[in-house]
């Protein structure tokens, strides 16, 4: 075999292992690409899934029962002196009150205007120890002004409640009063 043609063969596999090489760096660069598109996809799903976990502003009242007792004993009518233990949240989850942090349910005159409407009305009917989540819409909280600095005009109020005491009693038991 002459210099010539030896000179072609190795010119033909240098070209070959160029493509090679280069066909190599394209895959690394395609596959590099893919799994960028892929973390940035699984990112934005998992922003989108946290941005789910927040409630949804509503524009009635909305009460789910949590937990009932088998016996309703006693039961909150418009009128009664109840006290309830609380946890006030807005609509992203930050709390911005709850009874519970003070160890003192909430003592109030049920469907006297003593408290915003949204609890003069998803209170009536509970029974002691019944706990409610109460999705309140901003006309029945604090309305267009809010109750600043913690909640915003406009704001949906999400409260999980727990009936305590009717007019003193717990389950047939007299509680002392603070009022």
């Not at 280069?22 to 690394?28: L, N």
């Not at 049920?110 to 989540?133: A, N, P, Y």
Request: glycine share 10%.
């Amino acid at each position: 075999m002459g210099h010539c043609e030896r000179s072609k063969k190795n010119d033909h596999e240098a070209r070959w292992e160029y493509i090679a090489r280069k066909h190599s760096f394209i895959q690394v660069k395609r596959r590099h690409l893919f799994w960028t598109y892929v973390s940035l996809l699984l990112m934005i799903l998992f922003i989108v899934s946290v941005d789910a976990k927040e409630e949804k502003d509503v524009e009635e009242l909305q009460i789910g029962v949590k937990y009932k007792p088998n016996v309703c004993e006693l039961q909150a009518h418009k009128g009664d002196r109840v006290k309830v233990h609380y946890r006030g949240s807005l609509t992203s989850g930050s709390v911005f009150d709850a009874s519970y942090d003070r160890g003192e349910p909430f003592e109030f005159l049920l469907g006297s205007g003593q408290v915003i409407k949204g609890w003069d009305q998803g209170l009536l009917g509970m029974c002691v120890g019944e706990k409610r989540k109460l999705k309140i819409p901003s006309k029945l909280g604090y309305g267009a002004q809010g109750s600043p600095p913690k909640i915003p005009g406009g704001a949906t109020l999400i409260f999980d409640t727990e009936l305590v005491a009717v007019n003193g009693k717990t389950k047939g038991t007299e509680v002392k009063s603070d009022l």
